[in-house]
């Protein structure tokens, strides 16, 4: 058999299977970095023997196998202790029924992922470790999007990884009451990898998309994982839509255009038509959350497709919805905004002012829904002043343009 | 595992530790954790004005008056539990007395039951 099969076919058992390996291993150990390891040494020997031995029928089932030897080595030259050897034992046997029979191996993926986002490791290396563990993203590609150097994130997935090895965090999936708390850090953890480098000015819009497929792939995983949560569908009909409008987010010269301009012939139909899927399941539940209603007042927007308008009543509705859930910052300037667009900009100008001054003095979009509704209120001279503040406090050198333009053009 | 249970708490909750009602608590609570099993030790500390701090350096011994760190919150004592992870142990220090007003560190044992294979 040619290297080039061979590669493939790791390629492929890689992109389908690394997360559900690593879990599996991961989750009778208790050891991240250990499973890591003997995976990856498995993968070598894959390399070495298939092209000679051929691609065997089970790749995952070998793989499995080739791992789990390469533990109990480990944990022999480290001497194991109690909690170990009963390990052993139980991959073992497991490692054999999988061999035996044709069965796949059990999913521990959801597992993993609530040790990703368990409260015991630090917020900032959640996102990351979800990356690296479940969809194998290599370190220095997730160090890039979060925007700090390699090594450092590199040492913060370390850190995370001993933890739960040390502090025994268990692979378990939580059990109601504190399922629902626990639920959401795993939602938060994953739209943290979609919104990671970016900003917002009334919608989420930004030049750095590093991660976006990425987070995609964990909520469609996660739906698949958690069917009957709602939130999860909620969470990915967000992601969705907003990842349906990537192509007209900025015009073929670069410049930046708002939402409520952009041509909706550019709007991807078929992921707006996946996100709908997902938001009409979630809503058989029955249960509201804030995914879903960030999700809805996506779904509104994206109906301007066909109906040539924006229900911006609606959207108001929903933003009251979400900020009884969550007064996050974002969904206050939301509201305050889709308040002013319903015909009300005074009503809507009083709810803005009434956000506390220090959560909005370096948020960009306060400062752009600001300008846009002391435009709508004629009052142009503040106008300018906020919208060149909102100019000031972007990264995005396209959108820094258009509040300039905005601040200047009068419209 | 075993885990310790580090109750760091303000001066002024430790003139309060007499109260009636905190002892009546923190013995209940010395009373679940034993008919749950999982009680391995645990004391209270006095307080932080009768610490003495010892270090050596260079040979020479150095003793000076007040705890280890002048910080707003001190360590008021500790126990130690043995429970399967650290869910388990999260459970039982959310269920501490102090809890409500004090911070309960959760920290595992050295060498007690960690898999570091």
Known sequence: MSESVTHAAIETVAQDSYGRLIAYLAARSGDVAGAEDALGDAFIAALKRWPAEGVPEKPEAWLLHVARNRMIDAARRKQVR?????????????????????????????????????????????????????????????????????????????????????????????????????????????????????????????????????????GRTLTQLMPREPEAHGLLALMLHCEARREARYASDGEFVPLDRQDTALWSQSLIDEAEKHLHSAAGFKRMGRYQLEAAIQSVHASRAKTGRIDWKEIALLYEGLVRIAPRIGSLVGRAVAIAQAGEPGTGFAALKQIPADQTANYQPYWAARGHLLRLLDRNDEAVEAFNRAASLTDDPALREYLFKRSADNI | MKYALLVHQSQEHFDRRNDKAAVAAGRAYAEALQAAGVFVAGAGLDSPRNATTVSVRDGKRQVHDGPYAETKEFLAGFGIIDVPNLDAALEWAARHPAAGFASIEVRPLLGFGSAKA
């Open chain 1, 82 to 218: 109690q909690k170990s050897e009963t390990f052993l034992q139980q991959i073992t046997e497991e490692a054999a029924s999988v061999a035996a029979t044709q069965e796949h191996f059990p999913d521990e993926r959801l597992k993993l992922l609530f040790v990703c986002a368990h409260p015991a490791i630090d917020p900032s290396a959640q996102t990351p470790l979800m990356l690296q563990t479940v969809l194998g993203v290599d370190a220095a590609r997730i160090a890039s999007a979060f925007l700090v150097s390699p090594a450092a994130m590199s040492q913060r997935l370390v850190r995370a990884k001993n933890k739960i090895r040390d502090a025994g965090i268990p692979f378990r999936v939580p059990e109601p009451p504190e399922l629902e708390e626990r639920v959401s850090f795993v939602l938060d953890a994953i739209y943290a990898a979609y919104t990671t480098g970016w900003e917002s000015l009334m919608e989420i819009a930004s030049t750095h998309h590093a991660l976006a497929a990425e987070a995609i792939a964990l």
